[in-house]
């Protein structure tokens, strides 16, 4: 599997399981133990790899902004607002991570 040959690669983190949307972005986790939860993705994996972790891509959240569910921005949903709607709403879902949760950003 993609974890088994990072591991032996030397890898100690990997970033490719995707979250849905939600207020309260998912953290980075160990993969001490298998996962709790369910994978949609497919990119999960089904065992513990003791001693990696797991940054995942928290999907871009902004409550009541049209098409704010997008794993990366290149997926928003953004052509029905103006260019001063989308800064606005980056800049918030920036904050929220950066600021407030101390959580990871990405594309």
């Known amino acids: 599997t993609q974890y088994k040959v990072l591991e032996e ?3 100690i983190y990997n970033s490719s399981v995707g979250v849905p949307a939600q207020p309260i972005p998912v ?10 939860r369910d994978c949609n993705s497919g990119t999960c994996p089904a065992k513990s790899f003791p ?3 797991e940054v995942p ?3 871009h959240y902004i409550e009541g902004f049209e098409g704010w569910h997008c794993p990366y921005l290149d997926q928003c949903v953004l052509h029905n607002h103006d260019p001063d709607e989308v800064f606005e709403w980056l800049q918030e879902d920036f ?3 950066a600021f407030s949760l101390r959580i990871n950003f990405h594309d």
């Open 9 to 11: 690669f030397g890898y």
């Open 27 to 36: 953290w980075p986790y160990t993969l001490d133990y298998k996962i709790p």
């Open 51 to 53: 001693g990696d972790w």
């Open 57 to 59: 891509l928290n999907a």
């Open 95 to 97: 904050a929220k991570s």
